[in-house]
């Protein structure tokens, strides 16, 4: 059983690219076969993965333009997982995509076109996470649409509700037209930090909201997981007893204890 996850938040700086490499290199400790496909032309996740984002010529860019599959694009990670790259080429698809005439067949498109790239790869994969932009443009919708559901972190913040209503427009809206499947995996509490009240707070607060749309892991503020990048590692690698490292891997027990659980109930 396969799943792909889109970790998205149109704001920046909520550990969207933290969760997505550490939850990657937490299921892949675990057994799981894990891609994760970089979809931000920052590269952030390509260069937290170990992964030179500059030297990488083909990327999730070449894939989505059809110049190449994901076999071709595919590299290895430092944290067992494989990754699709990427760089500031891929600020380029946007235009590239949709830049042709009968613009809105195009643009119907060009946002499947992530989706049928993975569709050849995804039987070798247990979860497949996709790194989005913190903007809700082409790349985005084509991680959505791509994706049975989406993983939304939220900084335990004074803002962390701003925006989240934009966002669930634009999930209703792929709903409707592009990607009726389409779950709310869970929101995802990051950045916490318990000696402050206010972070308490708002972490009580998105329990009242969300409820079991909430994962009950918490996500820490943690000194480990803010300098993994520089290293080119998950902290998994870089200091496997931090207290992030560990956080991750309890978010991907309960992942997995959510899913496969689910799917050995099912009836067969
Ligand atoms: N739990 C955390 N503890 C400490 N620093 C964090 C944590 N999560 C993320 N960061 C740091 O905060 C910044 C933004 O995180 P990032 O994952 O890049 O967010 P996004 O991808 O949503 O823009 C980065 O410098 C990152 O290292
Ligand atoms: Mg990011």
Excluded: W
């Excluded at 059983?1 to 290199?25: C, H």
């Excluded at 809105?104 to 790239?117: F, N, R, S, V």
């Excluded at 994706?147 to 701003?162: F, K, R, T």
């Excluded at 996500?219 to 200091?239: K, Q, T, Y």
């Amino acid at each position: 059983m396969i799943r792909t996850i889109a970790i998205a938040n149109q704001k920046g700086g909520v550990g969207k690219t933290t969760t997505a490499v550490n939850l990657a290199a937490s299921l892949a400790a675990q057994g799981r076969r894990v891609l994760l496909i970089d979809v931000d032309p920052q590269g952030n996740a390509t260069m937290g993965a170990g992964v030179d984002k500059n030297g990488a010529e083909t990327t999730v860019y070449t894939v989505l333009l059809g110049e190449a599959s994901m076999l071709d694009a595919r590299v290895r990670a430092q944290g067992g997982f494989d990754l699709i790259p990427a760089n500031r080429e891929l600020a380029g698809a946007e235009v590239e995509l949709v830049n042709l005439p009968d613009r809105e067949t195009k643009l119907k498109d060009a946002i499947h076109t992530l989706k049928a790239a993975i569709a050849a790869v995804a039987e070798e994969y247990d979860y497949i996470l996709i790194d989005c932009p913190p903007t809700l443009n082409l790349l985005t919708l084509n991680a959505l649409c791509a994706a049975d559901s989406v993983l939304i972190p939220m900084q335990c913040e004074y803002y962390a509700l701003e925006g989240l209503s934009d966002l669930v427009q634009t999930l209703r809206r792929m709903q409707q037209h592009l990607n009726p499947d389409l779950e709310i995996e869970g929101l995802l509490r990051t950045m916490y930090d318990p000696r402050m009240t206010l972070s308490q707070q708002v972490a009580a607060q998105l329990e009242r909201h969300f409820g079991e749309k909430l994962f009950a892991t918490v996500i820490p503020r943690n000194v480990r997981l803010a300098e993994a990048p520089s290293h080119g590692l998950p902290a998994l690698l870089l200091d496997r007893s931090s207290k992030g490292a560990q956080a991750y891997v309890a978010l991907a027990q309960e992942l997995i204890s959510r899913h496969e659980a689910a799917a050995a109930a099912a009836p067969t």
